[in-house]
């Protein structure tokens, strides 16, 4: 089915590890984003990609790295997990362009992430 | 910059209440207004979008939205709940050129 497709869907850190979220869209949707989802706190942007090889930083980029080598995917990096970074992360992606305006944003299924 | 706040944090109704979720955004521009819900352990789906021309909008599943531009608002309706509509709701917010602001989310519980 087409969409969002978000690996893995749990995920236990030990502080200090790094991993990466995976994304990967198959709508050749141009805009890809991530969001932090914390209780009370809505959903928080913290990159986000108008296209391949395009990124820039959202509301709380720090902690987090993205690239967007292709359309498709569009990774997210912890560099060094904190206890702050446990989350629930959602992709979302939207085209053909407008930030997600003329569409709304498709989400993937999210990644549950826990950092002790 | 733009933000968006929700009136309230939890609602709970019995089947069969109507519904109200108020949303207010703070820009002073042209804005786009998006409802999503997000239904236990899933993702976010849409389920309304306003950008221009009536001012009531509808949505999937029986919800509609208001928008009242003189009170920056974009509440959200059902007449008649469902157990199934027990979920999370975000109010949205943008323009174009511009990456979503979501409101903090309301979490709505139906008994049956």
């Known amino acids: 089915n087409a969409g969002v497709t978000q690996t893995p869907k749990f995920q236990v850190l030990k502080t200090g590890q790094s991993m990466t979220l995976q994304c990967a869209q198959d709508?050749?949707?141009?805009?890809m984003s991530w969001y932090r989802q914390d209780p009370g706190m809505g959903l928080r942007l913290i990159h986000y990609?108008?296209?391949?090889?395009?990124?820039d930083q959202g509301e709380v980029p720090n902690g987090y790295n993205v690239s967007r080598s292709t359309t498709e995917d569009f990774p997210l990096r912890l560099l060094s997990a904190a206890p702050s970074q446990t989350s629930v992360y959602f992709c979302a992606s939207s085209g053909p362009t407008n930030y997600g305006t003329d569409y709304g944003y498709t989400f993937g299924s999210g990644t549950r992430l826990t950092v002790v | 910059a733009q933000s968006v706040s929700q009136h309230n944090h939890h609602v709970i109704l019995s089947e069969a209440a109507s519904l109200e979720l108020g949303c207010n955004y703070s820009?002073?521009?042209?804005?786009?207004l998006f409802w999503y819900v997000q239904y236990p352990g899933q993702h976010l789906q849409l389920l309304l979008k306003y950008f221009s021309g009536d001012p009531l909008v509808k949505g999937i599943k029986g919800f509609e939205a208001e928008f009242i531009k003189s009170k920056f608002s974009f509440n959200l309706r059902k007449p008649s709940v469902q157990w199934s509509d027990t979920a999370e709701y975000f109010c949205a917010v943008n323009n174009y050129g511009q990456n979503f602001v979501f409101g903090p989310g309301t979490r709505l519980s139906v008994l049956p």
């Open positions: 820009y002073g521009g042209t804005v786009n």
């Open positions: 990609s108008v296209g391949a090889g395009i990124t």
């Open positions: 709508m050749n949707h141009e805009y």
